[in-house]
């Protein structure tokens, strides 16, 4: 198990960059356009209504990678 430590973490942090880049996917898809859809409020306020779920996960697993590359432990932290 102590190989695959480092691969973990960078799985770990990998999923924390993809959390944000799905992030700014889907501000792209919801953004105002002439055509309908959300007008600008909406959109402002989806847009920072959205930031605090996706902080907190990449945050969740960007401790998880920290964790990982650490090693094991026989103290906790």
Request: avoid cysteine.
């Amino acid at each position: 198990m102590e190989k695959f430590l480092k691969v973990a973490a960078m799985g770990a942090a990998g999923v924390a960059v993809g959390t944000f880049v799905a992030y700014l996917a889907l501000v792209l898809v919801f953004r105002p356009v002439s055509g309908g859809g959300f007008d600008s409020v909406l959109w402002y306020t989806v847009t920072i209504a959205m930031i605090v779920p996706v902080a907190v996960l990449a945050g969740a697993h960007l401790a998880f990678a920290k964790q990982l590359k650490d090693g094991s432990s026989p103290m906790p932290r």
